[in-house]
């Protein structure tokens, strides 16, 4: 377990916007409690409360990966009307204790599902949060 400081910061952030998760064009997630992930030079990862995403549509899955600086990462693929995006959501079911406040919370793979801002005011999509997909990390 490291610990992160200079040599590789972290910084989670509530968000300061409404955030919602589409999956084929369906809503999958939206909660006004998303926390943002900065990490290293990373591109910013959303995770969203279990309790506002709709995990009827996610199947868990073997796969598990571990951040030094997280913990064990769990899988979900989505299945939704007959499209399956196998391993494309994850969570750290029981993160490091510099990490706790990711219990309890998925995220999502931006090149399948579209992570995006909802502007409250005018209920416009805002600027997207999220980076090019291939430098998303869990």
Not at 38 to 47: Q, T
Not at 61 to 72: H, M, S
Not at 113 to 129: G, S
Request: net charge negative.
């Amino acid at each position: 377990m490291k610990i992160p400081g200079p040599d590789h910061p972290i910084a989670l952030e509530p968000s300061r916007q409404r955030v919602r998760a589409t999956f084929d064009n369906h809503v999958i997630a939206d909660t006004d409690d998303a926390l943002v992930v900065r990490e290293a030079d990373y591109p910013p990862v959303v995770y969203f409360p279990m309790d506002d995403v709709e995990m009827s549509f996610l199947a868990k899955t073997d796969r598990a990966t571990t951040c030094p600086y997280k913990g064990q990462a769990s899988y979900w693929s989505i299945y939704m009307d007959g499209r399956l995006a196998e391993n494309s959501v994850w969570a750290y079911e029981d993160p490091y204790p510099a990490m706790a406040a990711l219990r309890g919370r998925v995220a999502f793979y931006p090149n399948v599902v579209e992570v995006y801002e909802i502007d409250e005011a005018d209920q416009q999509r805002a600027p997207t949060l999220v980076g090019d997909a291939g430098s998303s990390t869990p």
